[in-house]
Structures are given as C-alpha cells and as structure tokens.
C-alpha cells in the first residue's frame, strides 16, 4: 500500500500502481469525468500512469492552467493525426501549448492549405476525438525511436533524438499517429468537442533562418462549442480594444521610423494620462515615506560591470557609447538600481535612518529585437515607477508588506481586481544563472513567502523566474477580457548591496550591509498604459481621463458662456474642452461619444441664465440640469469615491 496525500492535507492509503484517475473515482465519478491530468509530488503526469510510491497528489481540471496546457498539448498530437490522414507524407517538427491553445510545426511538402483545407482539418480533428482514442505513453530506446522514424523518413524527430538521453525516450499514441514526446496527455481524445485553427505562419526549423521553413498551425480547442464560441467573441472584442488602434484613435502616443523603431513618442492627451499616473504615485509614495531622486539616462560601463547587470544583460543592450577618451564607455541605463546604490553611497547611514526609500521615475533602455516589438507593451525605452528600499535584515518583511499594500492599492485605484500574486524562485537545477550565496537566496524567499502569506495573497509559485539577483512577487493581473499580464513586481535583494559595498553602521557601532528591495507597482508606464487602455477599452477611470469634460454650446450664442463654465470647473482642477465647432449639438454629442469624454455638459439659453449646465454621463445619457457647482460637487466625489479618499 501506498500513502497519496491531496490538496486539503488528508491521505488516503491505495495500492502501489493506482492511477491519478482511479484516485479521482475513488472520491467521486463527476470528479474523475473531468480530470485531465494530475500534478505528482509536484510534476504533471498522465491521469493514467501509475503511482508506485507515497506522493502528493493534485488532480488538474480544464479549471488549472496545468490542465489546460496538458488539454492543448494533447490537441497538438490530434492535430497531427488529423494531418497524417490528409497528407501521409507530412513531416512533424514541434508541437507544444502555449498560452492559448497550441501550435504545430509541420513540412506539407508541396501541399499549402487553403481555407477550404483549413475547414477540412477542423472536422477531421473533431471525427477524430469523437473516437475516444486512448493517448498512451511507451519507453523506447533511442535505437528503437531511430529505427522508427528513419522508417517513417521523418527528418525533424531524428534531429530531435540526436540530443536526447538513451533511457529519457518516450513516445505517445492515440489512434493511428505515434509522436516522440514527453508527455503528458489528457487520458482520450473525447475530452476534445470544439476546434479551430486560428493561424498559419511560417517558422524556420529550430529558429535558424538557415533551416527550412515549415508551416507553423496555430489552433485551439475547448471542452464545449460554447466556450470555443465565448472565446472567438472575446477575440473581437479584444481587436475593438487593441491599445495601438484606441491609442491612435484617442490621439495618446504614435510610433516614428525616423526617430526609431520601439520608441513610443507621447502625444498632448497620452502625456496628461501618463502625468496623472506620475502624480498619483507620487502622492502614494510621499505618504508612504519615499524621497524622490533623478539619475542621468546613461552611465559608465563599469556601474554595470560592478551590478551584474553587464554580464547578465550586455548582448540584450544598446552597444556601449564610446567618448573621444579611448577608455571610456557609456551605456544606455538598462536599470536603475545600481544609480539608486550609488546615491545611497553618498554619504555613512546609521542604522537609525533605515528604511532609506529612494524613488525614481527612470526611463530605461533595452534592445528588444525588431520581430519582439509590440506596441506599447514591448519597447525599446521604457520608464519604471521604480524605488529601491535600503533597510535592515529585521525590517524586510514589514516593508515588503508595505510595498504589497501600495501595489492592491494602485489595482483598486484603477479597477484590476482579478490578480494572483507570483513566487518567483531560482531555479535549484541551474544556479549558475544567479549571483549570491545559498544562504541569502534562502533568507530571501523565505521574507516573500512569509509576507504573501501574511496578506493573504492568492499566490502561485514558479521555479526559475526570478531575477538573476534575488526572488521576486510577480502581480500577474486578469483584464477584462480574461488575459493575464504581469503588472507590478517587488523583488528582495542581498546582491547588489555586497557588490556595491553598502553599508550602515549598526547599534553596536560596527559596520552591516543593508537589504534592498527593488519595487515598480506599474512596471513600466508605456505596458500599464498599454494594458489599462486595453482593460477599460479607453474608457478611463474619471480621475485618469485626459479629457474628463466637453462643454457644448448648442450656438455659437454660448461660446462665451460655455468658457465661463470651463474656466470655473478649470480651477478645480477639472480638464477637458469647449467644443466650439459650427456643428449642431447631436453632432457634438456624438463626436465626444467616440471620443470617451466622460461628461458631456450642454449649455443653451436656459443654462446660461440660470447659471447651470445639461449633463450627460458617456455610455449612460442624461443625468438632468445642474448648477455648475453642483457639477463640480459631483466630479470631485465621483474621483474621491474612485481613490478610496
């Protein structure tokens, strides 16, 4: 007998060689209709493989990202049978998940596929699942995986055999299709009711240019029509969304070959949006203690020798900036914290005056590659929110708490409340990706967990994503639409203040070395950006809008009037415009629609005379006739309610 210990802490004691599925039907047969996998002391199996020792055990549903990579992994293999029956010549590279639905690599030879074809593969793939077929996993040698697919004359799985382990082999079938594979895959093929290949785009075979090209099939599958149908409305919705095309639309920022590809330039309404963001940081961190700083856009090459940052990002920067002096170099700042560190050096710390917070809104370089660039989300200058907290080893955990509750409150402030909090972890196999010892990675995991626990955070934790200096708290957000971005990370250092010899001196007047801890709750501006336009669809919140207000007068008559209203509401610090234009009102009203004024504020002869304006909320409609300053009662508690103040 063996000992399986699940989610909730209880063990159950079955047979050695009880299966993840066969533990499901022992606690219900509803449960195990929908298993699709199982995470065996923390690896995900096959529902089907055999346990033959204590483990713990977490059966994995279409409701567990695990699940769903395992369900898309598997419709990748149906996808190849499915092609395999239409053309028995094609060829197979590599077929994994990704983020939604999957792909697979394939060489159609002279076959090219045309929408007629596409229709055809999808009801292949879907007469194929509704046969229930088994996906079953076998060990093979490597003389045995050679073997087969020099049969087959599949030159793609050759290349991949060269580089595996003889013993490590594994192959999966379902129906009349065998793939080399890891694994692992959903029990059968029926779990499968809905598909669609989304798009065909070319690939180079292991990403060499020097390679072939073959034909890359994007496709993904539900477990219901409905939700394959939920999921294509959620793709037009997001193209309506999409912040380059509201961006160019609502007149925010714009892109220029001749000042460079990935660097956005920030139209009049984009820089008011991004100044109220700047602000309302600003506020928050004053509160909460931090002294702000500005540091130059460049610095010399050896700042990033001594941070790290060098070694570890060099090939991914800008190239260095050499001056007439021939031993010296610049590079573009690719990070703030080592400028942060030398600020802190500037003069001896007593332990009496940490935590010392620095904060900088700093833009920053990285050469992305050119294919890489996206928008606002994937730049080549961006602008962190950034700070960098130098405190003692017993203040870590309460100041990264503090940090957490800047982070939730910057998310309520503008409605992201969908996030899971990420443990990002070294990776224990390959440590030589980091710098520092085990000891001070240990202690600083240790201070994220606890304090995540503390919060009460929903959490996830992922081996290997954390920053080559020190574990980090990844807030990976949920928008309106269901997608998951990363917004917000707070990472724990002991790195940096040993490379760069930080010190303080302690109550025992000898000298310590602090603890930083580096934090950014938006990130970046142009990705936050990016992601809010597309969360709200340009529909900002009240206190954010660029424009909060359009004052329309019905006739030229008004003109004066309606700047009279502007100027007053202008002191209170209310933005917008008189729309001035020789066009009837219902023009006016609907060209401020489309561009997502919040408040449209009509002013005729009977608001001038009674010194009061018409008011229309956008996407709401009339809310009646108020005095001006009634108006102005109502905006500032509508922002007031907003931020929580």
């Known amino acids: 007998m063996i000992n399986i210990t699940l989610p909730d802490g209880s063990v159950r004691q079955f047979e050695s060689g009880v299966t993840s599925l066969e533990i499901a039907q022992s606690i219900s047969e509803g449960l195990a209709r929908n298993v699709l996998a199982a995470k065996v002391n923390g690896a995900v199996w096959d529902a089907t493989r055999p346990i033959?020792?204590?483990?713990?055990?977490?059966?994995?549903?279409?409701?567990?990202?695990?699940?769903?990579?395992?369900?898309w992994h598997s419709s990748a293999h149906l996808l190849a049978e499915a092609l395999e029956d239409m053309y028995p010549d094609v060829k197979f590279g590599i077929g994994p998940p990704v983020e939604n639905g999957f792909y697979y690599d394939v060489d159609?030879?002279?076959?090219?596929?045309?929408?007629?074809?596409?229709?055809?593969?999808?009801?292949?793939?879907?007469?194929?699942?509704?046969?229930?077929?088994?996906?079953?996993?076998?060990?093979?040698?490597?003389a045995d995986a050679i073997e087969y697919f020099t049969k087959k004359g599949d030159e793609y799985k050759l290349d991949l055999i060269k580089d595996l382990e003889d013993g490590s082999i594994t192959f999966y079938e379902q129906g009349n299709f065998v793939d080399l594979c890891r694994g692992p895959h959903i029990p059968n093929t029926g779990f499968i009711k809905a598909a669609k290949v989304m798009n065909i785009a070319g690939a180079y075979w292991r990403g060499d240019e020097k390679n072939k090209q073959l034909t890359r099939i994007y496709g993904v599958t539900f477990p219901k029509q409905k939700e394959l149908t939920e999921y294509l409305e959620r793709l037009e919705e997001a193209k309506k969304r999409d912040h380059r095309k509201l961006g160019k639309e609502l007149e925010l920022f714009a892109f220029s070959e001749k000042v460079g590809?990935?660097?956005?330039?920030?139209?009049?309404?984009?820089?008011?949006?991004?100044?109220?963001?700047?602000?309302?940081?600003?506020?928050?961190?004053?509160?909460?203690?931090?002294?702000?700083?500005?540091?130059?856009?460049?610095?010399?090459?050896?700042?990033?020798?001594?941070?790290?940052?060098?070694?570890?990002?060099?090939?991914?920067?800008?190239?260095?900036?050499?001056?007439?002096?021939?031993?010296?170099?610049?590079?573009?700042?690719?990070?703030?914290?080592?400028?942060?560190?030398?600020?802190?050096?500037?003069?001896?710390?007593?332990?009496?005056?940490?935590?010392?917070?620095?904060?900088?809104?700093?833009?920053?370089?990285?050469?992305?590659?050119?294919?890489?660039?996206?928008?606002?989300?994937?730049?080549?200058?961006?602008?962190?929110?950034?700070?960098?907290?130098?405190?003692?080893?017993?203040?870590?955990?309460?100041?990264?708490?503090?940090?957490?509750?800047?982070?939730?409150?910057?998310?309520?402030?503008?409605?992201?409340?969908?996030?899971?909090?990420?443990?990002?972890?070294?990776?224990?196999?390959?440590?030589?990706?980091?710098?520092?010892?085990?000891?001070?990675?240990?202690?600083?995991?240790?201070?994220?967990?606890?304090?995540?626990?503390?919060?009460g955070l929903r959490t996830v934790t992922e081996l290997g994503e954390a920053a080559f200096y020190g574990p980090k708290l990844d807030f990976m957000v949920k928008d309106a639409l269901g997608r998951k971005w990363q917004l917000g990370t707070i990472q724990v250092d002991y790195n940096l203040p040993e490379r760069f010899q930080l010190e303080y001196i302690g109550a025992d007047n000898q000298k310590h070395r602090p603890v930083m801890i580096h934090r950014a709750p938006f990130g970046s501006l142009e990705r936050f950006v990016a992601v809010l336009?597309?969360?709200?669809?340009?529909?900002?919140?009240?206190?954010?809008?660029?424009?909060?207000?359009?004052?329309?007068?019905?006739?030229?008559?008004?003109?004066?009037?309606?700047?009279?209203?502007?100027?007053?509401?202008?002191?209170?610090?209310?933005?917008?415009?008189?729309?001035?234009?020789?066009?009837?009102?219902?023009?006016?009203?609907?060209?401020?629609?489309?561009?997502?004024?919040?408040?449209?504020?009509?002013?005729?002869?009977?608001?001038?005379?009674?010194?009061?304006?018409?008011?229309?909320?956008?996407?709401?409609?009339?809310?009646?006739?108020?005095?001006?300053?009634?108006?102005?009662?109502?905006?500032q508690r509508k922002i007031a309610e907003m931020l929580n103040n």
């Open 108 to 142: 159609l030879g002279e076959h090219h596929l045309s929408p007629e074809d596409i229709t055809k593969l999808e009801q292949k793939m879907l007469e194929l699942a509704r046969q229930k077929n088994e996906y079953k996993r076998s060990e093979v040698s490597k």
């Open 261 to 455: 590809m990935g660097l956005p330039l920030w139209l009049p309404k984009g820089t008011l949006l991004r100044e109220r963001l700047e602000q309302f940081m600003r506020k928050a961190q004053v509160k909460a203690g931090y002294q702000p700083v500005v540091t130059p856009h460049i610095g010399s090459k050896e700042l990033y020798v001594t941070s790290g940052h060098y070694e570890k990002y060099g090939a991914d920067s800008f190239q260095p900036i050499k001056t007439p002096n021939e031993n010296e170099e610049f590079l573009l700042k690719p990070m703030n914290c080592p400028h942060h560190c030398e600020i802190y050096k500037t003069r001896p710390r007593s332990y009496k005056e940490l935590p010392v917070r620095l904060a900088e809104f700093g833009t920053v370089y990285r050469y992305e590659q050119s294919g890489e660039l996206h928008g606002l989300t994937r730049v080549r200058g961006f602008t962190q929110d950034d700070a960098h907290i130098f405190c003692r080893p017993d203040q870590v955990k309460e100041e990264f708490i503090k940090v957490i509750d800047l982070v939730l409150y910057v998310f309520k402030a503008l409605g992201f409340d969908d996030y899971t909090a990420q443990i990002s972890l070294r990776d224990p196999e390959n440590k030589a990706k980091y710098i520092g010892t085990d000891e001070v990675w240990e202690k600083a995991e240790s201070a994220i967990i606890e304090a995540a626990a503390e919060k």
């Open 533 to 635: 336009i597309e969360h709200c669809g340009g529909n900002f919140p009240l206190w954010l809008s660029p424009e909060q207000i359009a004052i329309l007068p019905i006739s030229e008559k008004y003109h004066e009037y309606a700047q009279q209203v502007y100027d007053q509401l202008q002191q209170d610090d209310i933005r917008g415009y008189v729309d001035n234009r020789d066009e009837k009102i219902g023009r006016k009203i609907r060209d401020a629609e489309v561009r997502k004024v919040p408040y449209m504020l009509i002013v005729g002869e009977k608001e001038q005379e009674n010194g009061a304006v018409s008011v229309r909320r956008h996407g709401e409609g009339d809310l009646g006739s108020m005095s001006v300053e009634e108006f102005g009662t109502l905006f």
């Open 52 to 71: 033959s020792e204590d483990a713990t055990v977490q059966l994995l549903t279409w409701n567990d990202d695990e699940g769903k990579n395992t369900f």
